[in-house]
């Protein structure tokens, strides 16, 4: 079935570096692709998406492009801010399986240091 | 933007009774709505589907007779955790589907203590 693979953090990274968190997934049909943000006791926001092979999804400096040949959707950032602390969790969504349903990674913790 | 509240945002209850939490689509019509438990530290669960007028869809291994959804109109759904206790406590979150966006909109969550 389908899965999404996020690294494993936390992810520890002074103020102003560059952020990579990686993401890959497995899916029969042609999935769309979203990056949700998750800070300390609140819901899910949603940061970025995209819904087709070579989308390039971005939002608050963040960027994520689907890559369809290795089955990827890695988000970075160029310049980390304190403010970023969060858990940041990739996720798909199969239009073709009939259902709307969500597939999350597992989460990655994100903390920036000053 | 779309919105989705989600009442109560913390409620804390004693072992064997009921509580009833709230998910609501604000600003458009949602048949289907999902209701995920998330664990300290850990990724969203999804528990069920909710189906504007029907049946809810559970996800394998959740107690349909324990976690209660009804759907009674496009707007509302409803999550009751029956006879809860210290094992049932989670953060509950929900999503409405919004069609024209082919997206789910997540609401802010719920955290329920039982004690």
């Known amino acids: 079935g389908d899965s999404v693979t996020q690294m494993e953090g936390p992810v520890t990274l002074s103020e102003e570096a560059f952020l990579t968190i990686n993401c890959t997934y497995t899916?029969?049909?042609?999935?769309?692709l979203f990056w949700y943000v998750q800070y300390p006791g609140e819901g899910l926001q949603l940061l970025l998406k995209?819904?087709?092979?070579?989308d390039k999804g971005s939002n608050k400096g963040f960027e994520a492009t689907y890559r369809k040949e290795t089955t990827s959707f890695h988000l970075e950032k160029g310049s980390v801010q304190v403010s970023d602390s969060a858990v940041y969790f990739c996720a798909l969504s199969d239009p073709g399986s009939g259902t709307y349903k969500y597939i999350f990674g597992t989460g990655t913790r994100l903390k920036v240091l000053a | 933007g779309a919105v989705v509240s989600q009442h109560p945002s913390r409620v804390i209850c004693k072992s064997g009774t009921s509580v009833k939490i709230e998910c609501r689509s604000l600003?458009?019509?949602?048949?289907?709505m999902f209701w995920y438990r998330q664990f300290p530290k850990q990724s969203l669960m999804l528990m069920a589907t909710?189906?504007?007028?029907?049946?809810?869809?559970?996800e394998q291994g959740v107690e349909k007779d324990k976690f209660l959804i009804n759907h009674a109109s496009l707007t509302l759904s409803t999550l009751t955790v029956t006879s809860a206790h210290p094992e049932d406590s989670s953060f509950y979150i929900c999503?409405?589907?919004?069609?024209?966006?082919?997206?789910?909109?997540f609401g802010p969550g719920t955290r329920l203590t039982v004690l």
């Open positions: 909710s189906n504007e007028g029907s049946k809810a869809t559970y």
């Open positions: 999503s409405a589907w919004r069609e024209s966006y082919n997206e789910q909109f």
């Open positions: 600003d458009f019509q949602a048949t289907t």
């Open positions: 899916a029969t049909g042609y999935p769309s």
């Open positions: 995209a819904t087709k092979a070579d």
